[in-house]
């Protein structure tokens, strides 16, 4: 049932930024469908999902016990819905360097690259992101513990494979990939780089915006992250936070807390972030 509920908030974060509706699997649908076509999740000894839609049904995604956290399952998601590694578009050699001295003879076809693999692969326009949450770790399937991708921007070399979140051209992709804002009123626009999306049309703000129109920057946003947070704390938009997703307290008892803990505290109101200390 735990197990049950993480596969569920993982669908719920798509769902959140993209047109995409994850519904439970029935007679019904498969004859709406005309074939039987469904995602199913089993607890094996590796994290694997086929990229988009395989031609052998039911559609496996399989979780380890390593990976039972949200945002591994979010990444199996993401390959289920389509998306490849990062460092597998064809743009990647503008962005990273592969040091295939370091990687595991047997894990080299991880490092393939679209093109190298003759799998055709629409970019969609989105841009390289090392923030992506279907990025590698510096050191994935090294042999030697040494890097494996190194940035060819420094900053970011302790950014790739720390994602906590989908990322803002993550969610790009899916939603231009499945037309999402096909039925979205054309009329309306979104700010500073924003776009419509997801399915209430609404506008999807990058990173350091919020409100409505993405017209609102967030105070202090930092665009190159350090990632320098204590111990249990989460970095996010330029701030440190502490998350108890679990747990349910009243907001006194949050704002005390945080407070206590010398934490910049966080409230919004119409939009517009509003930041006490």
Known sequence: EEQQKKIRVAMNRWEEVTCIQFVPYTEELRKQMGAKRYIEFYLGSTCFSKNGLASRQPQTIGISPGCLDTVSIVHEIGHAIGLVHTQRRADRDGY????????NMASFAQFDTTVMRGTPYDLFGTVYDYASVMH??????????????ETKDPAYQ????????????????????????EQCDKTKRCLNGGYIGGST????????????????????????????CPGGWV????????????????????????????????TFENGVEKVSY
């Open 136 to 149: 590698y770790k510096p050191k994935s399937w090294s042999n030697n513990g040494q890097a494996v991708l």
């Open 235 to 266: 970095f996010a938009n330029g701030r440190c936070y502490r998350l108890y997703p679990n747990i349910y307290i009243t907001y006194d008892a949050a704002l005390n807390f945080c407070t206590n803990q010398r934490a910049t505290h966080v």
């Open 96 to 103: 990273v360097i592969v040091h295939y001295d370091n990687i």
């Open 201 to 228: 049309c609404k506008c999807i703000c990058p990173d350091g915006f919020i409100g409505y129109h993405c017209e609102a920057p967030i105070p202090g946003y930092q665009r190159i992250i350090t990632w320098k």
């Open 158 to 181: 302790s950014v790739i494979g720390r994602a906590t979140k989908i990322s803002f051209y993550d969610a790009m992709w899916v939603n231009r990939a499945y037309r999402c804002n």
